[in-house]
C-alpha cells in the first residue's frame, strides 16, 4: 500500500500538468484503486487478506474449468482440421448471401458461438487480407454483436457445477442468431468503400 502511494505521489511529482487535458486519464485507475482500497479500510475489512483470498478462489474456479476449455478448444479444432467447416461454409454460403454476409465470414459466425479466441483468430485472418473491405466490416460487427455462449455456459456454469441449463442455450442461441443477423443487414447499410 505504501508502495502504491509512493508510485503515485512520485508520478504525479514527474508528470507535465500543462496540459491539463490528460489528468483524468492518466490517474482514473489509480484513484479507483485507491478509493477501494480507502473504503475497505474505513468498513474496517482486512483488505490484504480480502485480495489474498479472493485470488486463492479465482485459481481454484480457473482449475475447475481447465477441462471445460480444453473440450472446446480441441472440438473446435478438429471441426476445422477435418475439413467440415469448409464444406459447411460451402453450403451456408448460398443462404447467407440473402442477408448480405459474404462466405468468408460464415467460419466466423460459426466458432463465435463457442470460442472468443478462435473468432478472433478467424476475424484476424479476414483483417489481414483486407482491414477496408466489406468482409472485415462484416466480420468486426458480428464480433461486437454475438457473444460466447457455449463458452459462458461451460465456463460459468460449469465452474458452479449447474447442470440444468433449462432455456439458456436457446435464449443465447437466439441472441446469437440475432446478432449474426443484424450485424449482416446492418453492414450492407452502413458500409461505404
Known amino acids: 500500500m505504501i ?10 511529482l514527474r508528470h507535465d500538468w500543462s496540459s491539463g487535458e490528460d489528468i483524468l486519464s492518466h490517474w482514473l485507475i489509480p484513484g479507483l484503486i485507491l478509493l477501494i482500497v480507502a473504503y475497505g479500510f474505513g468498513r474496517g475489512v482486512k483488505v490484504y487478506e480480502a485480495v489474498t483470498e479472493g485470488a486463492k478462489q479465482g485459481f481454484d474456479i480457473s482449475i475447475r474449468i481447465i477441462p471445460f476449455l480444453v473440450a472446446i478448444l480441441v472440438a473446435i479444432g ?3 482440421a477435418s475439413g ?27 466458432i463465435r458461438p463457442l470460442s472468443g479466441s478462435g473468432a478472433l483468430g478467424v476475424m484476424s ?11 472485415a466490416f462484416v466480420a468486426s460487427t458480428m464480433m461486437g454483436s454475438t457473444e460466447t455462449t457455449f463458452y459462458v455456459l461451460a465456463i460459468y456454469f460449469g465452474s458452479v457445477s449447474v447442470t440444468k441449463m433449462r432455456h439458456t442455450v436457446l435464449a443465447g442461441i437466439s441472441a446469437d442468431i440475432a446478432g449474426l443477423v443484424s450485424a449482416s443487414i446492418w453492414s450492407s447499410v452502413f458500409f461505404r468503400p
Open 78 to 80: 478438429m471441426f476445422r
Open 3 to 12: 508502495a502504491f502511494l509512493g508510485a503515485m505521489i512520485s508520478g504525479l
Open 125 to 135: 485472418d479476414l483483417l489481414q487480407q483486407g482491414p477496408d473491405s466489406y468482409e
Open 84 to 110: 467440415a467447416m469448409n464444406m459447411l461454409t460451402s453450403a451456408l454460403s448460398p443462404y447467407t448471401s440473402w442477408i448480405g454476409m459474404p462466405p468468408e465470414t460464415i467460419p466466423m459466425a460459426l
